[in-house]
């Protein structure tokens, strides 16, 4: 498929995802930048609904950015253990605090660069980060539902997350970055599922 044609394509997904999902958004919970960046780290690999169900308790225990220096590894591996992968992120998370406690005087950084630099955030989490901490829209977080769409719907043929993003960003209006990525979910998640299903009995976005 030829680069316009796809571009043609892809202005169709995003019309109909509007007409879809007109409120589409993060439905992640949280108080600060400092609890959004947890919760995406939390979310990886993890539903939404269960990181929210985790934030809920998490948040209410550890709430300033101090509490999760103080924090015992292995009890926090206790208070998330539930999100799968819990001895990566209390890993990351803990040292994720350190570091903005040390170098960034306590605040979530608010570039991609600085972002990057954090253990275990990757362009995914740097994006969701910066587009609802600070309103900043540099890419399209790919996440395993804009993954798995895409890819069934032609917009990539790619499987890495980087160069699919690289694939969108082409094919789509930079002011329309933000609002696809969470069309996309909200399209997985309402009917398009990864568990096998006709997809000819949902709503076509093309």
């Not at 169900?53 to 998330?80: H, M, N, Q, S, W």
């Amino acid at each position: 498929m030829l680069l316009a044609e796809r571009k043609k394509r892809a202005a169709r997904i995003i019309k109909k995802l509007k007409e879809l999902f007109p409120r589409a958004g993060i439905v992640l919970r949280y108080g600060s930048n400092w609890e959004l960046l947890v919760a995406v780290i939390l979310s990886a690999q993890c539903t939404d609904k269960k990181v929210n169900e985790v934030t809920a308790r998490l948040f209410k225990k550890y709430r300033t950015l101090g509490d999760y220096v103080k924090a015992a590894p292995r009890e926090f591996e206790k208070d998330i253990h539930s999100c799968g992968f819990f001895r990566n992120k209390t890993r990351n998370i803990l040292a994720i605090a350190r570091i903005l406690q040390q170098r960034f005087g306590g605040k979530v950084p608010r570039t991609m660069e600085e972002l990057l630099t954090l253990p275990g955030v990757a362009r995914k989490t740097a994006n969701v980060v910066l587009g609802n901490a600070y309103g900043v829209v540099e890419g399209i977080a790919v996440d395993t539902h804009v993954r798995r769409i895409s890819q069934k719907l032609g917009l990539t043929s790619h499987s890495d997350p980087v160069k699919i993003e690289q694939d969108l960003m082409k094919l789509i209006p930079k002011k329309d970055w933000f609002f696809f990525t969470y069309g996309m979910i909200e399209y997985g998640r309402t009917y398009c599922s990864a568990r096998n299903h006709d997809c000819a009995k949902h709503p076509s976005l093309i």
